[in-house]
């Protein structure tokens, strides 16, 4: 089923197409990667998609519907969008900030606070433990952590991440990817931005490759991690490694 599709989308920033003419389907059970190297769009492209910026040519469609056609409270329930690491957060306790997750649910305070889909959030993203701490009191991953557990309490079909492992340890990078996968597994579509490759091909079902604003490649891992476009679009190249753990290196 397909949950969401942008096609064609640009957008022009300082005299620059910063996307240009992407477009890409997302399907219910599927986790997404989207890649490339720095400011190539890819936080711009997943703004898009979320509905928080308007395309100056092309669409985006959420479940059929133009998304800027839909108000945001129903798309909030629909689509949950975590930022790259901005802002320090408040200083209110980890479980009332993840119950903000109900809000578009039009559940607020207590009631917000004990739903089960706060707990299991808190729970699938290991933060029971710090539940009682204040926000503004966290660790870079443990934020990371509690933002993606904020988005899980609102349970939309759709989750579009930015960067959602910069932060995480080892450990907890396997976590979150993992979980990105049980979640597929329920029938959510997750795109997720990353910049470790050797993840992204282990844990997404497809990749989609942008570079200077366009999507130049979309497909399996092993379709668009080839040696050839890491060289031409990140500037790298691939040494391969034989009965290594991590079969390759990439070398400048
Ligand atoms: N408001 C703006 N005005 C001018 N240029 C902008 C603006 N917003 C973004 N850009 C430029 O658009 C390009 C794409 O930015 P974007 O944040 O989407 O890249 P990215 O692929 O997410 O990069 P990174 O991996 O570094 O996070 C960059 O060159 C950035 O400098």
Known sequence: MILMQAQDISLTRGGRKVVDAASLTLEAGRVMGLIGPNG??????????????????????????DIGRIGAEMRARQVAF???????????????????????????????????????ALAATDMLELQNRPASHLSGGERARMNLARALATSTPVILADEPIAALDPAHALSMMQ????LAAQGKGIVVVLH???????????LVLMHQGRVVRHGLPEQ???????????????KRIENAVIPWALCR
């Open 40 to 65: 190539a769009g890819k936080s711009t492209a997943l703004r898009m998609l979320a509905g928080l910026l308007k395309p100056d040519y092309g669409h985006v469609r959420l479940q059929d519907r």
């Open 82 to 120: 975590i930022p790259q690491d901005g802002q320090k957060p408040p200083p209110m306790p980890v479980r009332a900030l993840v119950a903000l997750g109900r809000l578009p649910h039009g559940q607020a305070g207590e009631r917000a606070a004990g739903h089960p889909a706060v707990e299991d």
């Open 179 to 182: 979980l990105f996968r049980v």
């Open 224 to 238: 668009v991690l080839q040696d050839t476009i890491m060289g031409s679009v990140y500037g790298v190249t691939v």
């Open 196 to 206: 470790d490759l050797a993840l992204a091909a282990r844990f997404c079902d497809e």
